[in-house]
């Protein structure tokens, strides 16, 4: 399969269209209740210097054509995955984000990356909910956006990938959101969200375990983007999570993400990482 760090690739999407004016999730609703959506320019500054940062650190960014009505196309992750046989292409729950996958479609054809499945409904199957546990195994988040009709068909994809179902609590829309490894068996994990039979396998699989506090899971402190080298970008906002990071030995390269953060999404959720392509 590849380590989570094994791309040098990733899509992104310009948050041109970002609003919420539907909110999806708790922490949009939080921010659309209080009439403090995100202010659109400096949620592009905070896209542009984040990109900066990925050109800085060798990774090349392929952008998504942004699409008309499109609020929530930034958090590029949630249409799939791409391994290096190719892509697997999610079936969103929201209708207003289903669209989405038109234009992740026209780029990955554009740039000769071979389609290998499709989720269409009843399934629903989300980026979001599929984290990388090692270079055999992989978690899948069961809850409010991916469902358990999806399993069948990631097994016959994932043929010699165990895959570990993590059944989430109410309110939390994403595993990543509340769940994510990064170099070897590090995790970073808000406990209360997850399923006690998971944590004990975590333990019993000698990861070592980063707890973020419930403040810091409502700005994605476990949704961290590791690029290799030891590196890691994490919202800056996330003093005590990134400080624990940095405890470990590894570098956390922060960014500012005050406005795109309304999203519910961090910078994993804004990348869409090519696993395993060459450029």
């Known amino acids: 399969m590849g380590k989570c760090t094994d791309f040098n690739t990733v899509l992104m999407c310009p948050p041109v269209n970002f609003n919420i004016s539907e909110p999806i999730n708790t922490i949009q609703k939080k921010w659309f209740d209080l009439r403090q959506g995100p202010d659109i320019a400096e949620a592009l500054r905070e896209y542009n210097d984040f990109r900066s940062i990925l050109n800085q650190q060798n990774i090349e960014v392929w952008e998504v054509e942004p699409m008309k009505g499109c609020s929530y196309q930034v958090f590029v992750r949630d249409i799939g995955v791409i391994i290096p046989d190719g892509a697997i292409v ?3 729950k929201f209708d207003v984000r289903k669209p989405e996958k038109v234009a992740i479609k026209q780029i990955l054809i554009s740039r000769g990356i071979n389609i290998l499945y499709e989720f269409e409904t009843p399934c629903t199957f989300e980026g979001g909910d599929f984290v990388f546990l090692d270079d055999s195994q992989v978690a899948i988040g069961l809850g409010e956006r991916t469902n358990i009709s999806s399993l069948p ?3 016959r994809i994932l043929k010699k990938t165990k895959i570990h179902q993590v059944k989430l609590k109410p309110g939390y829309f994403h595993l990543d959101a509340v769940f994510n490894t990064i170099y070897g068996h590090i995790s970073i994990v808000f406990p209360s969200a997850l399923p006690t039979t998971f944590l004990d396998f975590l333990i019993a699989s000698n990861f070592k ?3 973020v506090s419930k403040r810091e899971q409502e ?11 030891n590196r890691v970008i994490s919202a800056s906002c996330n003093k005590d999570c990134n400080a624990a990071i940095q405890k470990i030995g590894l570098d956390v390269l922060e960014i500012e993400m005050n406005e795109l953060l309304k999203g519910g999404g961090g910078p994993r959720c804004m990348t869409l990482p090519l696993y395993g392509v060459r450029r």
């Open 90 to 92: 999610g079936e969103l």
């Open 153 to 155: 068909h990631l097994h």
């Open 209 to 211: 375990i980063i707890e």
């Open 219 to 229: 700005t994605m402190a476990t949704n961290v983007l590791p690029i290799g080298n």
